[in-house]
């Protein structure tokens, strides 16, 4: 199978985990397992390896062998991995919904180290948005709906609360259905097209507990876990310093000759490095200046067309368009929503 790039394989829980359903359906497992050279009785393993490009088409072809448009959605409560990771451990263990996504952040790399999620304050609102590092696209949809769908069902599952967003959105292209995704997520705000999939919670939910806390298992699935990540993270200093050099530069346009000769090397084996880290340079330039932009947009004391700019920009209404993508919402109304609440 043709792939645009090569990939390293990372373990999953969730492969087995979907092939025994579909199975359990009277779904062509093996039709599956043929298609995605898996390894030989993948079905009766704790986790299997597979890249993400292919996981997200092994979640399509799931779909198509049992003629389900939205098994997506249902999966986060029908497959049955084997074992728990220790970030989803550390999650469940964690007291406050708020808490748990904060480790849901933390210990994505864990699961895969590409997966990037994000939690943002927004006034009285948060934003938690994930996307996969070096696929600037996306996946498929059936990835991007069972990130969120994961995420939200987790929500719901581990407080026992009705939790609903106040939007939702995807980077994907609008599908010809959507009312399943309405009636799942209930919510009529649900957007496509964006720079990442993510949510909108309102802060409230924030708070609620989760039934499964347990302060000595969080403890100790936490030493685990940073244990884990401190063992990877060697692999990720690159990428950092790269993205640094870029946060420098962006206010003169930050172009990959530049960079490349910053760090004394071509520019063919800057890319080249960022790619084996599963970025392309442009994907990193955009990282950082959204980062950047959201620090500048929060301080009241610059004007939008310095931030505009600092960033590398021509005008303000290019730098509005990209913020847009990025947050889901205008610059000013960013720096609105980021002022401090004034109590009565």
Not at 190 to 196: H, P, V
Not at 272 to 297: I, P
Request: aromatic content about 6%; proline content about 4%; hydrophobic content about 40%.
């Amino acid at each position: 199978m043709a792939r645009a790039r090569k990939e390293t394989p990372f373990k999953s829980g969730l492969v087995p985990a979907l092939l025994r359903l579909v199975r359990s359906r009277g779904g062509d497992a093996g039709l599956l397992v043929r298609r995605f050279e898996l390894p030989a009785g993948v079905e009766e393993l704790a986790e299997a390896p597979i890249t993400a490009g292919d996981f997200g088409r092994l979640l399509e072809a799931a779909s198509g062998e049992l003629g389900d448009p939205f098994l997506a959605l249902r999966l986060p409560v029908e497959l049955e991995p084997r074992r728990y990771g220790l970030g989803e451990l550390a999650m469940r263990a964690s007291p406050t919904v708020r808490e748990a996504l904060l480790r849901m952040v933390r210990y994505a790399p864990l699961e895969n180290e590409r997966l990037v999620f994000e939690l943002e304050e927004r006034g009285t609102e948060v934003a938690f948005t994930c996307r996969v590092a070096g696929h600037p696209r996306g996946l498929t949809r059936y990835v991007h709906e069972y990130a969120l769908a994961s995420v939200l069902t987790h929500v719901r599952t581990l407080t026992g609360l009705q939790v609903v967003p106040r939007s939702v959105w995807f980077l994907h292209a609008r599908p010809k259905l959507v009312d399943t995704l309405h009636r799942f997520f209930g919510t009529e705000e649900i957007d496509f097209g964006r720079a990442e999939n993510g949510l909108l919670l309102d802060g409230a939910w924030m708070e609620a507990r989760l039934t499964t806390a347990d302060a000595r298992l969080l403890a100790t699935a936490e030493h685990l876990a940073d244990s884990a990540l401190r063992a990877r993270a060697p692999a990720e200093d690159f990428t950092a310093t790269v993205a640094s050099r870029i946060e420098e530069a962006l206010g003169s346009g930050a172009s990959a000759e530049d960079i490349a000769a910053r760090l004394h090397m071509s520019k063919r084996t800057l890319q080249r490095r960022l790619e084996e880290d599963g970025l392309s340079y442009q994907e990193l330039v955009d990282r950082v200046r959204a980062e950047k932009a959201r620090a500048l947009v929060g301080d009241e004391g610059l004007e939008l067309a310095d931030v505009a700019f600092r960033l590398g920009f021509s005008d303000v209404s290019s730098f509005s368009r990209s913020f847009r993508r990025w947050t889901g919402v205008s610059p000013g109304r960013y720096r609105l929503l980021k002022q401090p609440r004034v109590s009565d």
